[in-house]
């Protein structure tokens, strides 16, 4: 699944063009290293997305097509 894709499906970001900029503006950090948006998400993948000041980073545990809104925090977990 397409990086962009899965931060709007897990609900990481609200909005799959803000995704989108998020990843051209270099605030999405795949196991440490920028990645576009066309990058391919696998199960074990560190994702850093910078927010203001504070960065959250998660690791991907599932990866699905669509989940409902109470099931999309089960796709990751918060590390830092």
Do not use: H, W
Not at 39 to 52: A, L, M, N, R, S
């Amino acid at each position: 699944m397409r990086l962009d894709k899965y931060l709007k499906v897990s609900r990481l970001i609200k909005r799959r063009t803000v995704a989108q900029s998020a990843c051209e503006g270099s605030r999405v950090l795949v196991n440490g290293k920028v990645q576009k948006s066309s990058y391919g998400v696998k199960i074990g993948d560190e994702i850093t997305i910078e927010f203001g000041s504070k960065p959250l980073k998660v690791r991907v545990l599932a990866i699905v097509e669509t989940t409902k809104k109470q099931e999309a925090d089960g796709m990751y977990e918060v590390i830092e």
